[in-house]
């Protein structure tokens, strides 16, 4: 990974920020605890096997999160992290719970981001309370979409769930790669094609 600066890209976490009364000052200060950096095309950011210790916001490009299952000895992308939806990414389980993880995070394209090492986070937030109720804030929301995602994984068609991804997650059918919304669907690359003709 190459390190870089670019202060153009910092203005869209400023921007989002700013929407919870969040001022400019204190997000460049967090700004200058976070470590800016790009990613290849299908590099892995985090590997199963390893701690995550980051919260990333990403500024350009997406990735995936995904699962490996022994027992088939595949993977399976269970989320999707885009500059433009979800740009809050983490593996929770790891970063919350002081944990190896069990998931990989993999970038589909190329891709900018800051990571945030979790002790920055940590004196941030103690510091100042407006950043712990916008960093709970972002928590929460990124909980509840992923948990939204689980419900409809196990309860609709495959069909239906990929309407469902049309119509309520829209940045993910258009900038997704297809083969990874087949891999989080269940269903073959060949076989998403005939339900994308069949809708």
């Known amino acids: 990974m190459t390190r870089y600066h670019n202060n153009q890209l910092s203005k869209r976490l400023i921007q989002d920020a700013a929407k919870y009364g969040i001022s400019e ?3 460049q200060k967090n700004l200058s605890k976070g470590k800016l950096i790009q990613v290849k095309r299908n590099e892995i950011l985090l590997n199963i096997g390893e701690q995550n210790n980051y919260i990333y916001f990403i500024l350009e490009g997406g990735f995936i999160s ?7 000895s595949k993977y399976r992308t269970i989320a999707f992290y885009i500059d433009n939806y979800q740009p809050y990414m983490t ?4 970063f919350f719970t002081n944990s190896i993880s069990n998931c990989q995070l993999k970038a589909y394209k190329k891709s900018k981001l800051i990571a945030f090492h979790r002790e920055s986070i940590t ?16 928590i929460l929301q990124a909980l509840i979409i992923e948990g939204q995602m689980k419900t409809k994984l196990i309860s609709l068609s ?3 769930l990929y309407s469902y ?3 309520e997650h ?7 790669p297809s083969k990874y919304i087949a891999e ?3 269903v073959t690359p060949q076989w998403l094609s005939k339900i994308k003709k069949s809708i």
Request: charged share 30%.
């Open 25 to 27: 000052d204190l997000i």
């Open 66 to 72: 995904q699962y490996y299952n022994e027992e088939s």
């Open 91 to 94: 593996e929770p389980e790891s």
């Open 123 to 138: 004196s941030l937030n103690n510091e100042y309370k407006n950043f712990d109720k916008y960093y709970n804030a972002k």
């Open 158 to 160: 495959k069909k239906n």
């Open 165 to 167: 991804l049309i119509t």
């Open 170 to 176: 829209n940045a993910v059918t258009r900038n997704v």
């Open 184 to 186: 989080f669907i269940g």
